[in-house]
């Protein structure tokens, strides 16, 4: 699977940002897609995953409230959109397969995007 991200930048805190993310390649070898993030210094952080089947979506805490996941299946376009965004949320963010059912276990992941919210 080939994932590419993209949308990343440069906002406020308070502001909004839209991730969206192309993938190609067979789905039949993982559970979901979404998305983690990783800050210098800190582990990688499940952010929000979407089921193949079903469309379930699950949600950090941290973001939950903020942030929303969303899919087009008939393009292979994943979205995250992202609003109130506070510092903490800076990070490189990757889209990823999800291979466990619980966006803490990724299989592929493609180049990140960068994103940083200053105060």
């Known amino acids: 699977v080939q994932l590419q991200a993209s949308g990343g930048g440069l906002v406020q805190a308070g502001g909004s940002l839209r991730l969206s993310c192309v993938y190609s390649?067979?789905?039949?070898?993982?559970?979901?897609i979404g998305w983690f993030r990783q800050a210098p210094g800190k582990e990688r952080e499940g952010v929000s995953c979407?089921?193949?089947?079903?469309?379930?979506?699950w949600y950090a805490d941290s973001v939950k409230g903020r942030f929303t996941i969303s899919r087009d299946t008939a393009k292979n376009t994943l979205a995250l959109q992202m609003n109130s965004l506070k510092p903490e949320d800076t990070a490189v963010y990757y889209c990823?397969?999800?291979?466990?059912?619980?966006?803490?276990?990724?299989?592929?992941w493609g180049q990140g995007t960068q994103v940083t919210v200053s105060s």
């Open positions: 390649g067979s789905t039949s070898d993982y559970y979901g």
């Open positions: 979407i089921t193949l089947d079903d469309g379930a979506k």
């Open positions: 990823a397969t999800d291979l466990g059912g619980l966006c803490n276990h990724f299989g592929s």
